[in-house]
Each structure stands twice: as structure tokens, then as C-alpha cells.
């Protein structure tokens, strides 16, 4: 079953278990657990042995199943299991979906409440959520990226799937009809009754920031309507994460992990505006009206050598334990692969020796993860800069390809290339971490930075990384 988390696919899993030869067992490829939370063994499989032989696990659940076995795969879920299934047409495939605004509250909901499943409704917790336009944003790219790989995965094959809605799960005709697609001998009289909505009403009483979520929603494209039929996008676009000047045409299309606040300063800075006067969180409509106002508008992104780049990463995102949001990763890292960093902030103990034993480590991992021999996803922070870049190019094109190195003079210059003649002086961006990298850097981890980031290095030209 191809589904996403708050679609309905824990009730869907229910009732499919309610068919007495099918056997579904959760989330096998769950990066934090093995098919249900707090479970991490099946069929002779631990944590360690799945990520180390994930199709031996899939062939023993086939093997070792009565019936119909099945599980969950959700888009963040291990990407070898995603490529085996999808290309066998043995295995029947069902594709679960939900109006992504409903899930994306409906996580934010049981986020803020810690409450993923209701079985009683005496025990119902709520509470409203704020819309965050760009991580919506952000998660729709996701989805719809994973949705278009399931449908040409599925032509390729030539192979058909069975579409249901979140909607559609409480019907026992839809139900049945499933259990014939899957060749169950079983049906059912009605739906299951075990779980419980958990956030009905209407979505104004759910989200304190309605109006403002409305009209951010106003401008998303629904339909697709300026997707490139023949472009199959590396990553998304990320246009929320655009920067512009109100005044001036200049427009900085940020990459994660390389210069991004000094870039935002310098620009900043320029006609006085501030940060808080810069255009930002911008939609596509937003965007093309500022390019409109702005026909001879320079667009520009800043590069930065991948070693230091992944060390930045490291040090913003991986070391430390007060990220929430790479919270989940850092575990993982430590636990399956083994990153040697302590579970909680270094200590005084922590040592240059320590750093580089721990970044040569990250550094292995971003290898297998950047192959696509890891169950955790690339993230924006650690992806090629030149897949990034591809992505951006489905919006809108970088006209200047900055290196870190030369900011102090290329971006005066591309200020005066808009009519600017007193742009400020930028400011060196620094690289956060008490070791500096020039500490841990020798030849054995430039190596191990240009195997993960070899297309980086070739198609953007990187030399070696000078410690001058």
C-alpha cells in the first residue's frame, strides 16, 4: 500500500486485516521503527538487518506469509524496497491519497497533541495549528514527486494500480471491491469501527491563521498547469525559499548548507530596506509578477566547495541535539549507521580527533545516501548542488553562478550590473562548529567528499579544497 502519514492508511491497514487470508504489516520500512511503533523485529529481521538486506526481508514476509501479506510504504521509506516493488507485476500495488491540506493539518494536529491514533472518542485531544505556507509547500513538492514516480514506475511495467481515497475507506463496496482486486477470497459486511476520526469540522476551526492560509492557497496549481510534460524534475523548485529585492532586480536563489544569511545581509543592506523588507516565502504568482516589475532582474545563487559544504551541514544540522528538525536523522545515524557523535551536545571531552572521525563518518553515509542505498531521504541540506540546481531551473533559471570565494567582488558587481552603485561590502559567512575544518581536513576526507559528491565536482568544476 502506497500512502503518506494522516491519509487513513492505519484504518485501511485495519480493514484489510479484517479479511481473514490478508496479513498487513505496518510500516515495514519505517526508518525509526519495523512495522508499528515501538517494534523492531520481524521475522527474524532487527533493525540492523533490515537496512543491511531490506529485499531478504521482503522475500521472507512473501514466503513466510499465509495468505496475502502486505505493508505500508510511504514516500520517506526505504527507496530499494520502492524500486523492487514497483517493478514487479506480481505484487498487486494500492495507492491511498487524501487531500494534502487535510493530512498536512492532521499532522500538525497530532504533532501538537502527540495523539496518532483514536480509538475512543472520550479520549479525543485537539487543538489548532499554525499554516506554514513554505513547509506546505515543501511537503506537496515531496508528494507529488513521489506520486509521479509511482505512475511511470506503473507504466513502465505496464501495470495498473487500485486508487482509493481517504474518503472511500469507510465504504464496505469500495472495500469488497479491493479485496477482489487483491484476489482475497474474504469480504466484509461493513467498515471497521476500531478507529476513530480524529479532527472533524471544518478546517477555520482548526487553523488559527484560516484567512491567511486561504489566500496563500490561492495561487497553488492544482492541476499542473505549468508543469513541463517532459521534464522530470531532481528535486523541487522551492520557490518559498526565493529571496528578492523590492526595489532592485536582484533575485538570490538560495541552496542549503552554502552561504545563505550573509547573501540575505548584503542584500539587506542595500537601498536600506532590511531583512524584514526583502521579499520572501513568495509564490510562483508572486514570483513572476516580481520578474514582471522586473524585466532586467539578475538571478543568482552562491556555490560552495562540497567538503565545506557537508561540514557546515554537519555542524549546523547533525552534531548538535537541538535541531528538531533533523532530530529524527541524528538518531538514526548514530544508531543504524553507527555516526560516531555522542547522543546528546559534545562535551568538553569532545576532541579534534573526535570531529574527524565523526565528519569522516557523515561523510560514508552521504556516499550510500546520495546512491540511494539508504532508507533516509536526501535531504535539501545535504543533496548535490547540482540536483538543486536542476530544480530551481523549473522555475526559474539561475543567470549567475556565484563561488563563495569571489562574493566580495562578484556581488558588488552584480549590484551595479542592476543600476546599483553603492551596494555594501558582503561579509564572509563563516562555518559554525568550535573545529575548524581545517583541523580535520587531509587527504583521506577529500577523497571521501568528492566519492559522494563526484557529480559536483565534475559538472561545477570543484578543485580540491585549499585550507588557505
Known sequence: MFA?????SNYLEDNLNALPDVTCYGEVYNPTFLGHHNRFELMGYDMDRREGDPLGLLERIIDGTEGLPGFRLFHDHDDRVVERVLADPRIAKIILTRNPLDSYVSRKIATATGQWRLTDGKNLKTAQIRFDAEEFAELTDRLAAFQDRLRRGLQLGGQGAFLIRYEDINDPDVLNGLAAFLGSEGRIEAASNTLKRQNPGALSEKVENYDEMIAALRDVDRFGLTA???????????VPGFVAHPEVGLLFMPIKGAPEQAVIDWMAGIGGVGREGLLRKMTQ??????????PAYRSFTVLRHPVKRAYVTFNRFILPDDRPAYAEARKILRQRYKLPIPAGAPGDDWSAESQKAAFAGFLEFLKMNLAGQTSLRIDAAWASQAATLQGMAQVAQPHHLLREEEMTTALPALARAVGVADAPEPRAEGVPGAVPLAKVHDGKIEKAAIDAYRRDYQTLGFPRWNKM
Do not use: C
Open 4 to 8: 503518506e502519514m494522516r491519509t487513513g
Open 228 to 238: 513541463s510534460a517532459d521534464v522530470e524534475p531532481v528535486r523541487g523548485a522551492s
Open 285 to 294: 504568482k508572486d514570483l513572476k509578477q516580481w520578474i514582471r516589475a522586473h
